[in-house]
């Protein structure tokens, strides 16, 4: 089958084959066939070593597609089903799953996935990022990472959900809890941020700030929900005429500690600053002991939006056909697997939101 393939923690470009295989579902997995697989900036940051990925692999964590295989014990799949990919699916079991209530944080499955090869090649074991690969046109993964959708979910929308949307969007809703009428400010507008932002328009929020340092893409963070658009250099002037003391909120999606430091800032005394944004494991933020007293501020990271895909993903699909998240328009530009590389380039000089590949 044809995939994008990274041999190397550190190179640039991804190299397309057409002889890569996967195996049969064992009990309890199912096989995809990829309809869609959006490019996020996670992908990138996998590929030079930021997150950690064992190599050769298969990028790729944010896809659609439809079931063409389950294994002995799946019940709740069947071949045909369309689903949306979970690159960190839920056990079920676990505490985080059942007392704690946070099945965001469950790492029994992806630990487990993550670490173990899900393709080979020559006869050579090949990895796929977070356990997954959707840079591939076939991938075989534990059912519990197939959330099942109904059949008439276009796959390049259904993609988004399996990422970037429900970490922005969750992070604000689920994460922070945005309340309504309240003030915040959003650094970076990639297709992270820019979800940050219609989920703080979906909670109700009165300001939205975007900050980012291109201007275009501060122009368009308002045909997302942005009430405001300001250069880095310019927030605090603005913060000041619209908030006097603070925002409320403040979202980083960047993953420098720079702009994560500027995030904690933003916020007023009490205020929230939530973290979305990977950053590398050698990267440290400062604070004082002082600051982190007198201000009471709440400082927190957002993992996967703080979403329960078994019910997050329909929730946001819901406010798609609503009309209430623009997923549309998040998608920049529509490609062929072949071109991976072309729409990683784009990411990283920041020309598009979201691109979304096919087969």
């Not at 994008?4 to 397309?16: F, R, S, V």
């Amino acid at each position: 089958m044809k995939a994008a393939l990274l041999h190397n923690t550190g190179d640039e470009k991804l190299e397309i084959v057409d002889d890569m295989e996967v195996g049969a579902p064992g009990p309890g997995e199912v096989t995809i066939h990829i309809k869609a697989t959006g490019v996020c900036h996670s992908d990138l940051s996998a590929m030079n070593g930021t997150l950690p990925q064992g190599a050769p692999f298969v990028p790729g964590h944010e896809g659609a597609g439809e079931i063409s295989a389950v294994g002995d014990g799946v019940t709740d799949l069947a071949v045909g089903d369309h689903v949306i990919v979970a690159w960190s699916p839920p056990c079920g079991k676990c505490n985080n799953c059942t007392e704690r209530k946070s099945p965001h944080l469950c790492v029994m499955i992806q630990f487990s996935i993550a670490g173990t090869p899900r393709f080979t090649r020559n006869g050579e074991d090949v990895f796929g990022m977070a356990g997954t690969g959707t840079f591939a046109e076939y991938m075989t993964v534990p059912q519990e990472a197939a959330i099942k959708i109904d059949d008439d979910i276009p796959f390049e929308i259904a993609s988004l959900i399996g990422c970037g949307v429900t970490t922005g969007v969750g992070a604000a809703i689920n994460t922070a809890k945005v309340t309504p009428g309240s003030s915040v400010v959003v650094f970076g507008c990639g297709g992270v941020g820019i979800a940050a932002i219609m989920g703080a328009q979906v909670a109700g929020a009165a300001t939205i700030v975007a900050v980012d340092l291109v201007e275009e893409k501060l122009e368009q963070a308002k045909e997302f929900g942005a009430t405001h658009g300001c250069k880095p250099d310019d927030l605090a002037e603005l913060q000041a005429e619209l908030t006097g003391d603070g925002f409320d909120y403040a979202f980083e999606a960047i993953g420098l500690p720079v702009t994560m430091r500027a995030a904690y800032d933003a916020v007023r005394r009490g205020g929230t600053a939530v973290i979305i944004g990977v950053g590398g494991m050698d990267k440290e933020v400062s604070f004082n002991g002082f600051e982190l007293f007198f201000s009471e501020k709440t400082f927190m990271g957002s993992y996967y939006g703080s979403a329960d895909v078994r019910s997050d993903f329909h929730r946001l699909l819901r406010l798609w056909k609503s009309g209430q998240l623009n997923l549309d328009g998040m998608i920049s530009k529509r490609m062929k697997v072949d071109e991976v590389n072309e729409a990683l380039d784009a990411m990283k000089k920041g020309e598009v939101i979201r691109t979304v590949l096919t087969f």
